[in-house]
């Protein structure tokens, strides 16, 4: 059946209509970040400056210290993938492989943890790393990341391990390998797709955070970006260009990881969809 010119106009309009609406914030991002202190607040707004200029990154760079503050992020981000995803994979598949008694309460468990709000566990944790003398460390803010990722990256990765034929471990075994050199050399290898998947959501949801950071950490030196964004943001002012050059400094990472782990992304996500 042929679409008519009309109904095909219609689509492309609400194409273009979403596109807009989805990517005209973060054209007024970049725009803003290169105008003046005094442009970037005038009335009307101008939708390209006038006059183009990047003491916005300047000023962020060498006045407010976003070096220590991107670092920080980056540890905290970077340290969070790798635990969550370290250690989701072997206990994804202790479930995937073992069959033990109450097996199905613990994913449960996994699962309904996802539901709850953080705001409703940071009062918990701050207690915790209190009592543990973890308060106000980059270490202990990556602890609590990392509890809250790690249930998801286990379902996730379940899900790829289930798909491995349980039967490859047993034709290993008889060959004289371990269960660690069985998830090592055989599983981790058939599943680098959900595993970089599972990592990069666990990256983001660490770099993007404000939360957990703002409950966590006093100390500025262990500040990370979301934190040193909120600094620009006074009583009497606001520092509209330099919050804008920080966002969009703080958008590279994300980007960058989207388009070169792209491929791995897609076949990570899709692969997740149509599992049992």
């Known amino acids: 059946m042929r679409e008519s010119p009309q109904s095909n106009l219609f689509v492309w309009v609400a194409l273009l209509a979403v596109a807009i609406f989805n990517l005209f914030p973060f054209y007024w991002m970049v725009t803003s970040s290169f ?18 200029t990047t003491d916005a990154y300047r000023n962020i760079w060498l006045q407010e210290g976003f ?13 969070t993938a790798l635990l969550s995803s370290g250690v989701g994979l072997f206990a994804a598949y202790g ?4 069959k033990f008694k109450g097996r199905m309460a613990w994913m449960s468990l996994f699962l309904g943890s996802q539901m709850l709000p953080g705001v409703l566990l940071v009062g918990a944790y701050f207690r915790m790393l209190t009592f543990a003398g973890l308060y106000d460390t980059l270490f202990g803010l990556i602890l609590a990341q990392t509890t809250i990722t790690l249930p998801f990256s286990v379902w996730m990765l379940k899900g790829y391990i289930d798909t491995v034929p349980a039967e490859i471990d047993n034709a290993a075994m008889i060959d004289g390998a371990n269960r660690l050199q069985i998830l090592l050399r055989i599983i981790a290898p058939n599943i680098i797709p959900g595993f970089v998947a599972t ?8 770099w993007g955070d404000l939360l957990w950071a703002l409950c966590l950490i006093e100390d500025q030196a262990k500040q990370t970006m979301t934190l040193g964004i909120t600094r620009l943001i006074g009583q009497f002012r606001v520092q509209w260009s330099e919050i804008m050059a920080a966002t ?22 899709t692969g997740s969809a149509v599992k049992d």
């Not at 070096?67 to 340290?79: C, D, K, M």
Request: hydrophobic share 55%.
């Open 248 to 269: 969009v400094i703080g958008s590279v990472i994300p980007a960058t990881l989207y388009v070169f782990l792209q491929k791995y992304l897609v076949q990570g996500f």
């Open 95 to 98: 479930f995937s492989r073992f």
């Open 67 to 79: 070096v220590a503050y991107f670092r920080n992020s980056l540890i905290v981000s970077l340290s």
């Open 35 to 52: 105008k003046s202190s005094l442009e970037v607040v005038s009335y009307p707004a101008t939708l390209v400056p006038q006059a183009w």
């Open 199 to 206: 990592a990069t959501f666990a990256f983001l949801l660490a």
